[in-house]
C-alpha cells in the first residue's frame, strides 16, 4: 500500500494516512475474494486494482478540487469505483452509489457497512429511473461515471441529477475528445454544456485517458431522462 501511498502523492499532491490506507487494503481484499465467486470486476491482481480501481477513482479530485462536493452520485458504479475510494478519503461526501446488477449492488453494501462509512446510500435502479425521482433530480453537486457508455447516451443518464451550477464527470479513454464531441447537442439539450477535457497520465498505463467536465447551466427539461432504454437506442 505504500506504493500507492506515494503514487497518490505524487499524482494528486494528496496523503493518505494510515487509517485510510487500511480502509483501502481492506477493500481490496475483500474485492478479490467476491471476484472469485461474482464477475464484479476484469481486474484480479493487486496491482491492477491498486492502480486501476483505486489511484483512477481518486485522479477524479483533479476535476473535484475547489468545488462543492457535498453531495456525490456514482452512476454505474460496479464495485463501487469512484465513489467508495473518493467517500474513504473525503468521509463528509454524502454519496448515492448507482448499480442495477444485483450482485454489484450487494458488493458495495457489503463494503460501505464492513467499512462503517456513513452518509452512503446504495441504490439497486437504473439511471432513467433515478432522474426522474424528486429525491435524485437535480439535487447533486457532482454525477460521475466510470466506463458506462458513450458520451452522448451518458449525458442523458447523468445531467438530470445536477443541480445547475454542479457538474457532470464522465471517466474516459483515448475516445475521450471525440465523444466529448458528439456530446455537444446532447448536453445542450440537456442543460449543460462542455467545460474542460482533464488528460490523466495513470502509472504504467500506456492509454490515454481524460476526465470530461460538464457543467449544469439550465434546468433539464422534464422529458429527459427518457423511459429505460431509450437513450442507447436513440442517442439525442
Not at 454524502?94 to 458495495?108: H, P
Not at 429525491?135 to 458506462?148: F, N, S
Not at 441529477?161 to 455537444?184: D, F, I, N, T, W
Not at 504504467?204 to 422529458?223: H, Q, S
Amino acid at each position: 500500500m505504500q506504493k500507492l501511498a506515494q503514487q497518490t502523492y505524487q499524482l494528486l499532491g494528496l496523503r493518505l494516512n494510515f487509517a485510510q490506507l487500511a480502509a483501502l487494503e481492506r477493500y481490496e481484499r475483500d474485492l478479490l475474494d467476491w471476484n472469485t465467486r461474482f464477475n464484479l470486476t476484469a481486474i484480479r491482481d493487486q496491482e491492477g486494482v491498486r492502480v486501476k480501481h483505486f489511484l483512477d477513482s481518486l485522479t477524479c479530485l483533479l476535476a473535484l478540487r475547489d468545488t462543492p462536493m457535498e453531495r456525490i452520485v456514482d452512476i454505474g458504479t460496479g464495485a463501487g469505483f469512484p465513489g467508495i475510494p473518493l467517500k474513504i478519503v473525503f468521509p463528509t461526501i454524502r454519496l448515492t452509489l448507482v448499480e442495477s446488477v444485483g450482485k454489484k449492488a450487494e458488493f458495495c453494501r457489503h463494503i460501505v457497512k464492513t467499512l462503517g462509512l456513513e452518509g452512503v446510500e446504495v441504490v439497486q435502479e437504473r439511471a432513467e429511473v433515478l432522474g426522474q425521482l424528486p429525491a435524485h433530480r437535480e439535487r447533486y453537486d457532482w454525477a460521475m461515471a466510470r466506463a458506462v457508455a458513450v458520451m452522448p447516451i451518458l449525458t442523458e443518464y447523468l445531467m438530470p441529477l445536477v443541480r445547475v451550477g454542479g457538474r457532470g464527470l464522465a471517466m474516459k479513454g483515448e475516445s475521450a475528445p471525440a465523444e466529448a464531441h458528439a456530446s455537444e447537442n446532447a448536453l445542450r439539450i440537456l442543460g449543460g454544456h462542455l467545460r474542460q477535457l482533464i488528460p490523466v497520465m495513470l502509472p504504467g498505463v500506456a492509454e490515454d485517458r481524460y476526465l470530461v467536465v460538464m457543467e449544469k447551466v439550465a434546468a433539464t427539461p422534464p422529458a429527459y431522462p427518457r423511459r429505460v432504454g431509450l437513450a442507447t437506442k436513440k442517442p439525442l
